[in-house]
T-cell receptor, first 118, second 115 residues
Framework: AQKVTQAQTEISVVEKEDVTLDCVYE???????LFWYKQPPSGELVFLIR??????QNEISGRYSWNFQKSTSSFNFTITASQVVDSAVYFC???????????????FGQGTILTVHP | SAVISQKPSRDICQRGTSLTIQCQVD?????MFWYRQQPGQSLTLIAT?????????ESGFVIDKFPISRPNLTFSTLTVSNMSPEDSSIYLC????????????FGPGTRLTVL
């Protein structure tokens, strides 16, 4: 069975602070995908990143960066110089590889509520 | 990237009634998924809808309560039957197969309130 754990239920920071959202996962699959989504108050899910399990290279996109460590089954997300517009719920998710029984099915973590104060 | 639309975007319904939610994709996809997000909770997969076959339901979800149709490769419906206030949730569809980057995206969601 697949499982995703986001231990931080809520995080509160002041604008311009850096913040890291933790994600730990469990899977028996040898290949899989990891995702991060943002859900602003409007409710829509905004895709942020998808990472293949065989690609452990860290990724940076503007103020966002992701640290994937297969050895610790973690896929952490850092926002640098946070802004009020970053306030949202952030979800980490896991899905199986194409052709596997869990292909396409996303298992979500419980989400982390991020509040950025001005 | 795929464009996924859902109708209605929101609705308020009376208990005991049913609501059918539509999901339309702008390209052909193999798999369509329906998720539920109860207030303040994470997303839970209801079922997988494959064209030409019966939907596959996850544990805790049954066809009588959440019948699904998948008449073609770009469209699916989810019906929430005999609704109760506990069905108040956001319902989202997602796709996979077809173009690889389709898998990244969710529909905008249907926000359902049952009184």
């Amino acid at each position: 069975a697949q499982k995703v754990t986001q231990a931080q239920t809520e995080i509160s920071v002041v604008e311009k602070e850096d913040v890291t959202l933790d994600c730990v996962y469990e899977t028996r699959d040898t290949t899989y995908y990891l995702f991060w989504y943002k859900q602003p108050p409007s409710g829509e899910l905004v895709f942020l990143i998808r990472r293949n399990s065989f690609d452990e290279q860290n990724e940076i996109s503007g103020r966002y960066s992701w640290n994937f460590q297969k050895s610790t089954s973690s896929f952490n997300f850092t926002i640098t110089a946070s802004q009020v517009v970053d306030s949202a719920v952030y979800f980490c998710a896991l899905s199986g590889w194409a052709g596997g029984t869990s292909y396409g099915k996303l298992t979500f973590g419980q989400g982390t509520i991020l509040t950025v104060h001005p | 990237s795929a464009v996924i639309s859902q109708k209605p975007s929101r609705d308020i319904c009376q208990r005991g009634t049913s609501l059918t939610i539509q999901c339309q994709v702008d390209s052909q996809v193999t798999m369509m998924f329906w998720y539920r997000q109860q207030p303040g909770q994470s997303l839970t997969l209801i079922a997988t809808a494959n064209q030409g076959s019966e939907a596959t339901y996850e544990s805790g979800f049954v066809i009588d309560k959440f019948p699904i149709s998948r008449p073609n490769l770009t469209f699916s419906t989810l019906t929430v039957s005999n609704m109760s206030p506990e069905d108040s949730s956001i319902y989202l569809c997602r796709v996979a197969g077809g173009r690889l980057d389709n898998e990244q995206f969710f529909g905008p969601g249907t926000r359902l309130t049952v009184l």
